[in-house]
């Protein structure tokens, strides 16, 4: 497996990627990334910006398993948003989540950010757990400035 940046032509596979996991999570709702218009052309919002940075993890023939970004949150310049973990369910179960979650820590530090904000749903119990394992502390309520209002539990981690 390699980990590398995303690129152009990693959308159409990650586009595909996040809507079926949120479909099989039954979260193809509104207020989901599932209508995120952002999803359709991902490397346009990464590659464009200097304080955004998007992974992904491919297998040897470049095809992406999963991925995994930050970007500023609320137009802060101390809170980034840990955005999009995605894993296609084949390669789960294999801890490829704590590699993307790692990468996105050491890169949004870099970057300056002092902490990672996320919000995910109670349908994504592993999820939670993962996020409670890796120090994320939950929050009774969602940051201002917060675009899903379908997700219900929010974690912050101190960088």
């Keep these: ?20 996991c949120l479909k099989d999570a039954n979260l193809d709702i509104p207020g989901t990334a599932y209508f995120d ?4 052309k991902m490397s346009e919002f990464y ?22 970004g930050f970007a500023e949150f609320n137009n802060s310049n101390q809170i980034a948003e840990l955005q999009k973990l995605y894993i296609n369910p084949k390669f789960r179960g294999k801890k490829l989540s704590y590699i993307l979650i790692q ?9 300056g950010y002092k902490s990672l904000y996320l919000e995910t749903h109670h349908n994504l119990q592993i999820a939670i757990q993962l ?10 309520q969602a940051l201002p400035g917060s675009e899903h209002s379908t997700m219900d539990y929010f974690f912050e981690k101190n960088l």
């Design 1 to 20: 497996m390699l980990l590398r940046k995303i690129k152009p032509q990693d959308d159409a596979e990650l586009f595909l990627l996040i809507r079926h």
């Design 103 to 111: 990468k996105v820590e050491e890169e949004a530090k870099k970057y």
């Design 47 to 68: 590659l464009n910006n200097n304080s955004r940075e998007y992974f992904v993890l491919t297998d040897e023939k470049d095809n992406v398993i999963g991925g995994a």
């Design 37 to 40: 218009e952002s999803i359709k």
């Design 131 to 140: 996020y409670k394992k890796l120090g994320y502390t939950q929050l009774n």
